[in-house]
């Protein structure tokens, strides 16, 4: 069942494309390419078939639009019908963590990425989750499962151990550390001129701009095609993980986003680019 459907996401998994093909205000966007797969899974969403018939050209698809269009739609009726989240349906963590009290190592702002065990389809990178970590939220009673890592979550932690949820799914939130630290891989970040001083002013914005105020979490995809560009306005307005990071840090004089990918989001691939890290 949806043989073509996937068969067209296989078959172009690792092809690119310039941003232009699907460009509502055509401006000029550099040189930038962008995942075949991101922009046709983008275009279906927002019911752009013209633009997906010039991308299908451009790849030399033999696949036709209105093939792909008709197993699309019976994927949609499939997925509504049984409410199927098709990113929460492949994130997985491992059974036990890297290492343990790892906030004990942490200074305060560090900024947190992970992968998980299994990929979800969203912003395809190296990493691809982002927080900061507030010293001041790290209790001592519960060390790496403290709520003390700022940033924002989706919907989709039904079913996950309580040690690996955000306090409030959906909204911008304080993850655990253990939620890293259970992946398969973690970075712990610092900015390059990282101080005290400016660390305590990011996390005081974390806090203060998107956890006081509690915005929904949404993240705009539209933005990764140069379309719109909230991710650094400053505001809460389409919170999404990295932009909690980000903003909170840009504030407290640091760029933290590097600008290699993801068009105008700002991604974990783009935090990771351009501070000091330790991998783990």
């Given at each position: 069942m949806y043989g073509l459907y996937f068969k067209l996401m296989d078959n172009f998994e690792n092809q690119y494309i310039s941003p232009d093909i699907i460009m509502l205000d055509k401006k000029k966007v550099g040189n930038e390419k962008i995942p075949v797969v991101q922009a046709i899974e983008f275009c279906m969403q927002n019911d752009m078939w013209e633009c997906i018939d010039s991308i299908l050209k451009e790849v030399n698809s033999k696949i036709t639009v209105r093939e792909l269009k008709k197993e699309y739609e019976m994927i949609n009726s499939y997925t509504q019908k049984t409410e199927i989240n098709r990113a929460a349906s492949v994130v997985g963590y491992q059974e036990t963590p890297l290492f343990n009290n790892f906030g004990l190592t942490l200074p305060n702002g560090a900024v947190l990425l992970t992968c998980p065990k299994d990929k979800a389809f969203v912003i395809a990178g190296q990493w691809q989750h982002a927080g900061i970590f507030s010293k001041s939220k790290y209790k001592s009673d519960l060390l790496d499962a403290s709520l003390c890592v700022y940033t924002a979550q989706p919907d989709n932690y039904h079913g996950f151990p309580d040690y690996l949820k955000p306090d409030r799914p959906g909204y911008a939130c304080l993850d655990t550390i253990c939620m890293y630290t259970y992946q398969k891989r973690v970075a712990s970040l610092i900015?390059?001129?990282?101080?005290s001083y400016k660390a305590e002013r990011a996390v005081n914005d974390a806090e203060r701009i998107f956890y006081?105020?509690?915005?929904?979490?949404?993240?705009?995809m539209n933005e990764f095609f140069f379309i719109g560009d909230t991710s650094h306005?400053?505001?809460n307005k389409n919170t999404y993980c990295s932009k909690v990071v980000y903003t909170s840090w840009?504030?407290?004089g640091e760029n933290l986003?590097?600008?290699t990918f993801a068009g105008n989001l700002v991604s974990p691939d783009d935090i990771f680019?351009?501070?000091?890290?330790t991998l783990l």
């Open positions: 900015p390059k001129n990282y101080s006081n105020t509690k915005p929904e979490y949404n993240l705009p306005d400053g505001t840009y504030n407290a986003d590097a600008g680019d351009s501070t000091i890290d």
